[in-house]
């Protein structure tokens, strides 16, 4: 199949749906992010009564705490990150009728047929 010739500096359908999703991917999950972050900070303030710890490495900070600190930030930001990006990748294949860019190599032929149809 040829490809149509293009203006110079226009840019091919194909890579502004790239774009459009790197700018969507990223900012849901930098949203969800900061969501996160405020989310994690009020809730460690509310069940020890102190502020969280900035640094959990320094010295000052008991193990426990900067062990308890890392796992819980870790993983509710892992999953805010996970939600929040599958979340833009339901919207983009309810709004296009396709898989995301670069989410197309990992589908399984099941989720393929799903979008063909």
Same mark, same amino acid.
């Given at each position: 199949m040829a490809k149509k010739p293009t203006r =110079? +500096? !226009? *840019? =091919?359908p194909k890579e502004k749906g790239k774009k459009s #999703? *790197?700018?969507l991917g990223t900012g849901i999950a930098l949203l969800a992010g900061i969501a996160t972050t405020r989310a994690l900070d009020a809730l460690w303030q509310t069940a020890t009564g102190r502020k969280p710890p900035t640094s959990p490495e320094?010295? !000052?900070i008991g193990n426990r705490e900067a062990i $308890? #600190?890392? +796992?819980v930030s870790g993983l509710a930001m892992g999953m805010a990150k996970m939600y929040a990006t599958r979340r833009a990748a339901n919207y983009w294949l309810k709004s296009f009728d396709t898989l995301p860019p +670069? $989410?197309?190599k990992g589908a399984t032929l099941e989720t393929k047929k799903k979008v063909a149809k």
């Open positions: =110079s +500096g !226009e *840019k =091919s #999703w *790197k700018v320094s010295p !000052e $308890m #600190w890392a +796992g +670069g $989410m197309n």
